[in-house]
């Protein structure tokens, strides 16, 4: 059995990690704003693709060292299970904010933005929450139904499915209360006005503990 990476070594995975999906998320929002000639359609699209293979990066390389979460749902639902000590799942989230922020940043210093904004692009409603509930219920199901049958695959698993929830879900599928945070904090094409986020947040962490408790009869006892 492979012995778990230090701490410290973990979270630096998670915070580098953090740092380049929000920086893609953000950085190629604002490329695809400023060349898709105002078509909100090809713009989504050129964010959706940027992310998507980011994910599939990202995972691939920091997962064998701290599981590449760069999402808060998904490390306290790996808490939740005993797979990560609640106190390393704080240091995680710690780093997941911290450098997910330093990563919207510099997404606004690359295209010659101010650093300090807040967005002013209205996401409310119920029908968005609920967008929201089930983007990060599927991740939280996507995740763990990869690492019980095919452990391999998560990085190709976890990229598309994101890449399709940007589409299939009322709100774009953040699915990340860290990145929520991050993005209201950028009054670009992937920000999030400011009074919009509690919802956002709640509604993430409720799909991601029901997604936790579905996986238990259906993966755990396969």
Not at 76 to 98: C, F, H, P, T
Request: one cysteine or more; charged letters at 10%.
């Amino acid at each position: 059995m492979t012995e778990p990476s230090p701490l410290t070594r973990r979270v630096a995975a998670e915070g580098l990690g953090a740092f380049f999906l929000f920086a893609c998320v953000i950085g190629s929002g604002i490329m695809a704003e400023q060349l898709s000639g105002g078509n909100g359609a090809v713009a989504l699209l050129a964010n959706t693709l940027a992310t998507g293979a980011i994910l599939f990066v990202l995972i691939t390389i920091f997962g064998p060292i701290s599981g590449a979460h760069m999402n808060p749902a998904v490390s306290l639902v790996a808490a939740s299970r005993r797979e990560l000590k609640w106190a390393d799942a704080g240091a995680y989230v710690a780093a997941q904010l911290l450098f997910g922020i330093l990563g919207a940043w510099a997404a606004h210093w690359m295209f010659d933005l101010p650093t300090l904004q807040l967005s002013v692009k209205p996401r409310p409603g119920l029908g968005r929450a609920i967008g929201e509930f089930i983007a990060t219920f599927g991740l939280i199901l996507t995740i763990l139904g990869t690492v019980r049958f095919r452990a391999s695959w998560v990085p190709a698993t976890v990229a598309l499915y994101i890449t399709a929830a940007y589409w299939f879900t009322s709100s774009t599928s953040f699915a990340n209360p860290a990145i929520t945070v991050a993005r209201s904090l950028s009054d670009t094409f992937a920000g999030i006005a400011p009074r919009d986020v509690p919802l956002f947040i709640v509604a993430q962490l409720a799909g991601a503990g029901a997604g936790a408790l579905v996986a238990i009869p259906l993966f755990d006892r396969s």
